[in-house]
């Protein structure tokens, strides 16, 4: 089983900061790593997809980048909606997610 | 767009069983894979089945193999989970979810049944 490790656990930024988020794999995943975001008490929602594809709709602030076993998450300039929980997903073994990193908005 | 609506979600003994049902609109729920995820609460997403588009395909992870089975019909438009044997640690929020593609990330989501195993 491919073990998705994400970094920080929590993140604590004001609006307009930039959020580094990581996800690191245990084995190569190639690109095949996403990105969701899960808002509280709402599903999950696909953010990136193959490590730095945008899903429809998604606001060009969030990119994300990365290839093998090392990726990252970027939020460009916060805004107060992009309070949630974000997590990693590889697709090249099955799927599994990563823990999830917090991110707050102070 | 397309909506995914989940039902099927209860209050079952440990050892007892459930079937969950997916119901999809707005898609053409032929063409694509599908896959059930759950949450425990306070917890993260873990991934549990997952079928290809003509339903010739499972798979499953190692902590509900054997227990639990995914199907669907297509002629509904509809998904299943049959969960067999149930344990405690089976209690979550319980996710259908749209493949974008074959093996491919989850692009749509319902909004969840929650099911619960307890004595």
């Not at chain 1, 997590?87 to 908005?105: D, H, L, P």
């Not at chain 2, 759950?38 to 588009?53: C, D, F, H, M, T």
């Amino acid at each position: 089983e491919i073990v998705l490790t994400q970094s920080p656990g929590t993140l604590s930024l004001s609006p307009g900061e930039r959020a580094t988020l990581s996800c690191r794999a245990s084995q190569s995943v190639n690109t095949y790593l996403a990105w969701y975001q899960q808002r509280p008490g709402q599903a999950p929602r696909l953010l990136m997809y193959d490590a730095s594809k945008r899903a429809t709709g998604i606001p060009a602030r969030f990119s994300g980048s990365g290839s093998g076993t090392d990726f990252t998450l970027t939020i460009s300039s916060l805004e107060p909606e992009d309070s949630a929980v974000y997590y990693c997903q590889q697709r090249i073994n099955s799927w599994t997610f990563g823990q999830g990193t917090k991110v707050e908005i102070k | 767009e397309g909506q995914l609506l989940e039902s099927g979600g209860n209050l079952v003994q440990p050892g007892g069983s459930l079937r969950l049902s997916c119901a999809a609109s707005g898609i053409t729920f032929s063409d694509y894979g599908m896959a059930w995820v759950r949450q425990a609460q306070g917890k993260g997403l873990e991934w549990v089945s997952a079928i290809n588009a003509t339903g010739t395909k499972t798979y499953y992870p190692a902590p509900v193999k054997g227990r639990f089975t995914i199907s669907r019909d297509n002629s509904k438009n509809t998904l299943y989970l049959q969960m067999n044997s149930l344990r405690v640690e089976d209690t979550a929020l319980y996710y259908c979810a749209k493949e974008t593609g074959h093996m491919g990330p989850f692009d749509i989501w319902g909004q969840g049944t929650m099911v619960t195993v307890s004595s």
